[in-house]
Nanobody, 118 residues
Framework: QVRLAESGGGLVQAGGSLRLSCAAS????????MGWFRQAPGKEREFVSG????????YYADSAKGRFTISRDNAKNAIYLQMNSLKPEDTAVYYC???????????WGRGTQVTVSS
């Protein structure tokens, strides 16, 4: 069974930066893709960014374009999300997810809180 663990969340002022990490552990890990999602209080979970595991192609939600950068380290079974120019509206629990057995995101971490103060 694959497990995902996020880290790197915290409290930052508007305009600041944070780097989230997600490490996978468990059986042989070879997902189709991995990604980051977030859920703000009272809102539905939304997609932030994704990366294809083998090709490394990346894709972003409009809210993340130009400010967030996703990357991967295949050797460490990890992905990262560099978040710059953070805004209060970026405040949410950020989840790491993977497409392990399906084309859908079927494996999830527990999340890490990101709070951006104005």
């Amino acid at each position: 069974q694959v497990r995902l663990a996020e880290s790197g969340g915290g409290l930052v002022q508007a305009g600041g930066s944070l780097r989230l990490s997600c490490a996978a552990s468990g059986r042989t890990f070879n997902p189709s893709a991995m990604g980051w999602f977030r859920q703000a209080p009272g809102k539905e979970r939304e997609f932030v960014s994704g990366i294809y595991w083998r090709a490394g192609s990346t894709y972003y939600a409009d809210s993340a374009k130009g400010r967030f950068t996703i990357s991967r380290d295949n050797a460490k079974n990890a992905i990262y999300l560099q978040m710059n120019s953070l805004k209060p509206e970026d405040t949410a629990v950020y989840y790491c997810a993977a497409q392990v057995s399906d084309i859908r995101y079927d494996t999830w971490g527990r999340g890490t809180q990101v709070t951006v103060s104005s």
